[in-house]
């Protein structure tokens, strides 16, 4: 079973960049497809990133352009870079397999606030 842990998270102001991280207790290799997921209170949560073993990327149309995903299957990690945030990225960050397996990490809160 895949524990997950997400880091990086933080305060930064708009236009800003962060980087997190997900280190995955199990060889992600395994799976498939991994994704990062936010979400905020009162919304359901949603995928923004995935990124498939063979390398091809997929990001939801709000972080197209800023949000670059990454996978180090050596390190089992993955990564999300972001740039040019915005305060509607406000949100807690997760990482999951896609589509997510039943248990969720800690998720990494990120706000996005001058």
């Known amino acids: 079973q895949v524990q997950l842990v997400e880091s990086g998270g933080g305060l930064v102001q708009p236009g800003g960049s962060l980087r997190l991280s997900c280190s995955a207790s199990?060889?992600?290799?395994?799976?498939?497809?991994m994704g990062w997921y936010r979400q905020t209170p009162g919304k359901q949560r949603e995928l923004v990133a995935s990124?498939?073993?063979?390398?091809?990327?997929d990001y939801a149309d709000s972080v197209k352009g800023r949000f670059t995903i990454a996978r180090d299957i050596a390190k089992n990690e993955v990564y999300l870079q972001m740039s040019s945030l915005k305060t509607e990225d406000t949100a807690v960050y997760y990482c999951?397999?896609?589509?997510?397996?039943?248990?969720w990490g800690q998720g990494t809160q990120v706000t996005v606030s001058s």
């Open positions: 999951n397999a896609a589509p997510p397996g039943k248990l």
């Open positions: 199990e060889d992600i290799y395994k799976i498939y497809t």
């Open positions: 990124a498939r073993s063979g390398g091809a990327v």
